[in-house]
């Protein structure tokens, strides 16, 4: 693959933002490319404080709203689909392009596909013992709001337990995909987030949701930094597609238009509570 640059944007967790504001900032990336006005990005951040995240049409009704609050975590929605996150302790990256860019070009499995590529590399380079694993459609009747238990195509696991969580859009502007590599912590404290009917479907939860995924520390046995894991995300990405970063920061214009979308959209229910 040519020879392609691309910017690259670092927020590490000494300067981690609200979810509210973290999305705005992946969407107003891609609007400023959908107009020219911008390089394809691939941004790597951190959230503060937790945030839980819904999936676009994921009803709001999922939220356990005095639970999170009591907690002091946040609640956001993104554009993306897919089904909640409990952002906290991880790794989030966000690619941004136009839809004719190599890396991105084609139909969403494709695509997914090919980035999963760059995911494998990176968590592999950290030493884990990853697989890609072509997901099959989740069948269960019962609604599920936990997105690492649910299978999703090209998943990267590990031992069979989902590692990286993944979602993308495709809108006219072009391509945005983000996903999350959980690196430390308890994975069950989503539960803590959602509603159940009953504290033992809560509990049986949390136990299910050990058995099928997992985080970076507890497949090493030691604490991977967010600096460190950001640094093979970089290699892997230059690596797996021929890319060449020029590390950068959010233009006054993005700046500007994501502090409209923050609150025009991503802090205002209307957004946030609209299924």
């Known amino acids: 693959m040519q020879m392609n640059t691309w910017r690259l944007l670092l927020t590490p967790p ?23 006005e911008s390089l394809p990005t691939l941004r790597l951040y951190a959230w503060n404080p937790a945030c839980l995240s819904l999936g676009h049409t994921q009803p709001f ?24 996150i409990l952002h906290t302790d991880e790794l989030t990256y966000s690619v941004t392009g136009r839809a004719e860019e190599p890396v991105l070009v084609g139909g969403v499995l494709e695509s997914y596909n090919r980035l999963a590529q ?62 999350s590599l959980p690196l430390t912590g308890e994975l069950t404290r989503i539960c803590q987030a959602l509603v159940f009917q009953s504290e033992s479907a809560r509990e049986e939860a949390s136990n299910r949701l050990l058995t099928k995924a997992t985080t970076v520390e507890s497949v090493l046995g030691r604490v991977i930094s967010w600096e460190t894991a950001a640094q093979t995300f970089i290699h892997a990405f230059e690596t797996q597609f021929g890319l060449c970063f020029e590390k ?3 233009s006054e214009s993005e700046s500007r238009r994501a502090e409209e979308l923050v609150n025009e959209k991503y802090d205002h229910p209307s957004w946030t509570e609209r299924v």
């Not at 009704?61 to 929605?77: F, K, P």
């Open 248 to 250: 950068g920061e959010l």
């Open 61 to 84: 009704a999922d939220v356990d709203t005095a639970r999170l609050q009591a907690r002091g975590w946040e609640v956001v929605r993104r554009a993306t689909g897919g089904r909640a």
């Open 118 to 179: 760059a995911l494998f590399l990176a968590v592999r380079d950290l030493g884990l013992p990853v697989e890609i694993k072509e997901g099959k459609t989740n069948n269960s009747t019962t609604p599920n709001p936990v997105c690492f238990e649910v299978p999703s195509t090209y998943e990267i696991t590990v031992n069979g337990k989902k590692l990286i969580g993944s979602a993308q859009a495709r809108k006219k502007e072009g391509v945005l995909q983000h996903g």
């Open 14 to 36: 000494a300067r981690s933002a609200r979810g509210a504001w973290n999305m705005a900032v992946d969407e107003s990336i891609l609007e400023h490319i959908g107009r020219g």
